[in-house]
């Protein structure tokens, strides 16, 4: 499988973003509003489409069984189960406990009482996804080895947004004093870590030179992700962008 082709034809296919019953079972509650901007509903769709594809073209199947890691609010858990996963919801006690979007498609959820410790059997999951969560455990180690006990042989660890290290916008928020992203990643840190702990890499991308989040693009939204998709794979300005991502399979 060409995997780089893949992930550029999925990310090019713009899908429209359908957070109607996701915004129609939250609060006013301005911890949600990010969830209220199109051009991060737009970034969560092409990271849950292009997953998708990923899944059905390697697995041969699509009945795919996978855990949400981390969910926080739960939006993605919705947004898999739309596209036909099997989704399994998990994140730490301590972390916002009120889920209402989980209830959208009566996803099950799991509690974790420990930092780095999974509740599963092992070979339980053929797929986890990491949307935002890998660079804020305490112990990466730790949570790399449980998450590849917990997937099937050949399984898949699809993480998202790692905080990278050259990106302007997080050196920009240290600038300013905000350190919500403490740790920042490098490709050689990546290729070399992963392998230790039983992973292969099959991709390694850049995304994310435009804010997704903490800007609002309104109706422009749909063109400037075209705009960052092709700054982030075609030219130099990719080694400024926000995150690092990759797809590893357990060996």
Known sequence: MNYQKLRRQSFFQLQEPNFSEILAALSTDKKYDFLRNQATQISYTQFCFYARNFCRAYFNTEKIQVLDWGCGHGQNSVLLDDLGFDVQAGDVIECQSDR??????????????????LPFDDQSFDAVFSFGVLEHVPDEIASLKEINRILRPDGLFFCFNLPYFYSWGQRLAHLRGNYYHDRLYQEKYVKSTLPKYNYQLLDLWHLGFFPKVVVNYGRFSSSLEKLDQFLTNYTPLRYLATSLNFVARKK
């Open 100 to 117: 209402p979007l989980l209830a959208i498609k009566s996803i099950d959820f799991t509690a974790f009482n420990h930092q780095s410790r």
